[in-house]
């Protein structure tokens, strides 16, 4: 699949990568927007919140567990989560992805 975050998955292009289990990946934004800029993608392609299915709700609720997880790794008290949907949302990169931005980089 000739897309960006799945080339991350596959390891074929380099990523700062904090967490990776089975089914997600969390990674360094490289153009980080808080002190920690965190991208947390499930591995399976879905392009976007408008692409996502019934089959899919599981893996929801697992992406907000594994921020859960990283920002208690980062032992932050406090962090910002964002979905950007498609172009006019702000969406530039066309494989879900949850943002993580805290001011504490640890
Ligand atoms: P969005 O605008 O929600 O699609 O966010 C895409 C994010 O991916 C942006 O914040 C980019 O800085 C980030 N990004 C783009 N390419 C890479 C990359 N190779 N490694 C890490 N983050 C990236």
């Excluded at 709700?57 to 567990?65: D, F």
């Excluded at 989560?81 to 969406?91: A, C, F, H």
């Amino acid at each position: 699949m000739d897309c960006l975050f799945c080339k991350i998955v596959r390891k074929e292009i380099p990523a700062d990568i904090v967490l990776e289990d089975e089914r997600f990946l969390v990674f360094h934004d490289i153009q980080p927007k808080a002190p920690l800029h965190l991208l947390i993608i499930p591995k399976k392609h879905i392009h976007s919140v408008d692409h996502v299915e019934i089959e899919d709700k599981e893996l929801m609720g697992e992406l907000i567990l594994t921020s859960q997880k990283v920002a208690r790794m980062h032992n932050l008290k406090g962090y910002k989560l964002q979905i950007n949907v498609g172009r006019e949302g702000g969406q530039v990169v066309d494989h879900i992805h949850l943002h993580l931005l805290a001011d504490i980089a640890k």
